[in-house]
């Protein structure tokens, strides 16, 4: 008899904290496709996430037993979902959210290869603004600058805000480079985290591409989950709303 035993959820936080994150979700499979949704689920569910950012999402496609990704994390999870088809209408981005519904929009953004786009969420959290958004970056050099341009644009100086993605670059990167231009923030690095821990893969990590960037928050706390239910780990940051 095999018996899995989950890690204690995180304990609640005050009123004037939340937790944001981000989470590559792989269609729901993990590292050796095996179907994790529920996996991923808990994963989010043990870390206390308020707002998450998720990429690689399916909604329908044949290969993902046409689950809805998006649609059972939020039910599952109780929480509101804003979803961006980029392929098909069949995979894209998400941002879920707890709390009331809020205001949302999306964008796509120039892609020659995969398309993408970006998400956001006007939230209003114990009567605090807060501005969320999550992104997934290509993997061509003559995708990316183009589509981070075209992202930041789209978020504008709306602040406070957090901007949470796969962006497939790594922290010295132009692309990063771009979002700190923006104003955004690195939680590990402004709380003297170093080195940060690595996101991708998720068995042997040996890159850190998965970011949650933080403007006019203050980051309290920010760890990466050491689940294995998708192929990217999953980055937390615990913030205090100004």
Request: proline residues 7%; charged residues 20%.
């Amino acid at each position: 008899m095999v018996v899995s035993v989950w890690p204690q959820a995180k304990k609640p936080l005050p009123e004037d904290r939340l937790r944001l994150a981000t989470y590559n979700i792989h269609y729901g499979y993990d590292d050796d496709w095996h179907t994790t949704l529920e996996d991923i689920a808990r994963t989010i569910e043990r870390e206390g996430v308020d707002v998450i950012a998720l990429q690689e999402v399916d909604t329908g496609r044949m290969t993902s037993y046409c689950a809805d990704n998006a649609y059972f994390l939020a039910r599952r999870l109780g929480m509101n979902v804003v979803y961006l088809p980029t392929v098909e209408h069949l995979t894209g981005i998400a941002l879920l959210y707890k709390g009331p519904q809020a205001p949302e929009d999306s964008t796509l953004v120039a892609s020659l290869q995969e398309p993408t786009g970006v998400v956001h969420a006007a939230l209003t959290w114990k009567g605090m603004d807060l501005h969320s958004y999550g992104i997934w970056l290509g993997l061509s050099d003559e995708d990316t600058m183009r589509q981070i341009e075209q992202a930041l644009e789209f978020i504008g100086a709306r602040s406070p805000a957090s901007f949470g993605g796969d962006f497939n670059a790594e922290p010295d990167s132009p692309e990063v480079g771009k979002v700190f231009q923006a104003g955004f923030a690195d939680p590990f690095e402004l709380l003297g985290i170093s080195p940060a821990p690595f996101t991708s893969p998720a068995i042997d990590p040996e890159s850190r591409i998965d970011f949650v960037f933080v403007r006019d928050l203050i980051p309290v706390d920010a760890w990466v989950s050491d689940s294995l239910a998708s192929d990217h780990r999953m980055v937390v940051v615990e913030v205090n709303l100004p």
